[in-house]
Structures are given as C-alpha cells and as structure tokens.
C-alpha cells in the first residue's frame, strides 16, 4: 500500500475503529467517518436495491497494544464486527496466557516478537477455536496522543496507584477520584498491575471498564458536542496503527461502523486460572469454556448475507433514531391517501407478511409506494419510520396496530414512512 496517497491512507487507518484495545479507536473515528466517506465520494443512501450477492457476514480482528520496545504484546484482543446485528464483542486475552511452544518463553505476548502478527495469530488460533481475518496494530505512544486528541477521557480511578519502573520507563502516580485522565494518565492507569491481587488479570479487568467508558463518552461528544481535534487526530492514526485491512474492505465496513451503539458492545476475557509453571506466573486457559464463549458471542447465526440488505435497513431506521408511545402521539388530521408508505419485508417470511401489511394499508387509504423483500437478514421487531418534521410514523403505527413509532433525524427517503417488517409479523 503507497502512503503517498493521503485520502487512501488516512482510510486504512480508519480500522483504527476496530482497535478498542485499550481504549477503543472505534469510536475515535467515528465523527470522522461521515466526512471522509463524502469526501472520497461515497454517500450514505437509504438503498431500496438489494445486490443478491452473500458474503461473510462478520470479521474477526486481532488487536494488540505493544510494548515500548515493540517486541511484545502487552494487550491483546479480538474483536469482531458482527454485521447482521450491529454488534461489536471483544475477548481480552491477558498477555501471562500460557501457550505450548518450542521457546523457552511461553507467554502469550512473545508470540509477536518471534514472528509478528502472523505468529501472534497462529498461537491464539491454537487454544482459541476461532478464525481471524485481521490485525491492527498500535503502539503505547500512539495510545497516550489518541486519548489527547479526543480531549481525554473522564474516569473514577479506584485508589491511588503508585509505581516506578525505570527499565520499563513506567512511572504511575495517580490519585483516587473522578478526574480527566489525559494520554499520559490513561497509559498510567491502563497499564498499572501491581495494585491488583491477580495481577495481570486485574489489569485486564481494569481495561476493559475504561474501554466502555472511553466508547461512550466520545460517542456522546460526538453526538452533543465536538471537541474532537480532528487534524490532530489524524496526524496521529497515519503513525501508529499497523493493519492488513485493505482499502476496499474499509469502504465496505465503514457503513457498518456508523451504526454500532453502546448497548451492541460486548466485553469479556478468556476463562482461566493463573497457575506457576516452573517458578513463572501463567494464565492457563480453560479451553472448555472458551468454546462455549466463542459458541455464544463470536458464532453468528447467519453467517453469510446481502450486505446491501443490512445496509438498507440500517439506513432506514437510522444509528440516532427515538421512539415514542403511539397513544401519546398528537392525533393527525391528514388524509391517509396523501401519505406515501414504503415496505421493506425483514419478516423472515419469504414476502408473505409484506403481503398483508401491504393490502391492509392500502386498504386503509395509504398509497404503498414501494417495497422490497429481504432474503439473508432479518429486523428483531417492526419499526414504522419517518422524519422528525411531521408524526406521519405515528400516525401509520396507530393504523397497524403498533405500541411504538419511530423518528429517524436523517430520514432520506422519498417516501413519507418506511415500514420495516420485523420476525414476529
């Protein structure tokens, strides 16, 4: 990849979404992302077109944090985006994980100094039963410009930590108490494990909270207020992510990215017991339970779809869509003939509900403008959509029945509502 091209570059390091490794870069691109998607001539459509074409419907990626000399992975994750349902689910691996190996160190973390990222893969592949499509890579210095470029991250640390160590040129002083923590205090924080009994375990633990935090807190910014130094940002992301993701797979994912929101975000750690081997402190993982884990969170149940087909309804509903009650909406006094519907048939069906939705509102007097019928994805429930400027997806709510309606402030479509039919129609 030729880092001439600045607009192809500052895209590859948009994987940096992925990278909620220490305090997850997802969400640090996200106010990026509409703009740089419209400057390299890509919008954001509600599309009424489905492709036909299935691919895999999720992607796995290794994330790892590294050390100051850059020879080992002090912080591990995998992270998978799961497209169907909008889900982000990340598996912390704590880097004392014992793996069988020919090296005298069997740590976890040497993996990557005895053979990079493709060795780091190989490793966990080996008491992880899962497949891993990609890595991103970022260093402690890009870490601590990061969180300052977002403005720092508000967090209570839990007491006060003191610790110096000059050969890992690691030095935490921190108080107890909610406060700011910028780069440097994020890294101190993150990195501290000598006040917790369990040692590299609470460490993880103690990660994977300031993660949460730091995802919704820059969200919310995102959403109410920008305080985002965005040249600053993107200055920083060119040097310190190292990933395999290719131009063309960042445009398909990007999409994807903008809909993912705090209650789609799963964190937990491999299951395990810390054990000494030989006078050396491990993490021995339970390879019966991790199974289970991987079974629960990181097999989708569909695991090839229509991407357009997600797209599609992910548009229509919108990433900042609110609801209300249909019985508190103010009563319309509009002609259902003068309100055009659209229907996009999610039911599981094969059509049929689209059918009965379809006569009954015409029936009623509403014009059917269009609808199309999804054959890979699927929508959880029903949703009736429209516009913030008017109730018109009360008002067809209340026709059908439904307790809820649903406002999309970036509705943009030329139909008046959108219905999207969910499985239990």
Known sequence: MKKS?????????????????????AVVFVPLMPTILELMGFQTFFGITFTGETEKSYVNVLLMGLDKEETRSDVMMIAQLNLINNAINILQIPRDT?????????????????????????????????EIDKY??????GFRDVIDAVGGVYYDVPQDMDYDDDLQDLHIHLKAGYQLLDGDKAEQYVRCRCIYVTGDIGRVEAQSGFIKEAIRQIIERNQYESDVNTEELIS???????????FAEIIK??????????DNVNIMMIEGVPEYRNNISYFIADNKKNQQIIRDYFTPDISEADLSEIKARDDALGKNYTSGKTVDAPVSHINPSEVNVY???????????????????????????????????TADKTYCVGNPESQLSSMVAESLGLEDYYINPDFNNDADVVIILGKEE
């Open 5 to 25: 091209n600045p607009a192809l570059m500052l895209y590859l390091k948009a994987t940096a979404w992925f990278t909620a490794l220490l305090m997850s870069l």
């Open 98 to 130: 014992y793996i069988n190996n020919k090296r005298s160190d069997k740590k976890i973390n040497s993996a990557y100094g005895a053979g990079g990222p493709e060795k780091s893969i190989e490793e966990i592949q080996t008491i992880l039963d899962i």
């Open 136 to 141: 991103a890579i970022v260093t402690t210095s």
């Open 236 to 246: 920083k992301l060119g040097d310190m992510v190292d990933t395999n993701f290719e």
């Open 253 to 262: 994912y990007a999409p994807f990215l903008l809909n993912i929101n705090m």
């Open 343 to 377: 229907i996009l048939d999610y039911s599981g069906s094969g059509g049929k509900a689209l059918s009965e939705i379809s006569d009954k509102l015409k029936s009623i007097g509403y014009t059917v403008a269009g609808s199309a019928v999804a054959k890979t994805a």
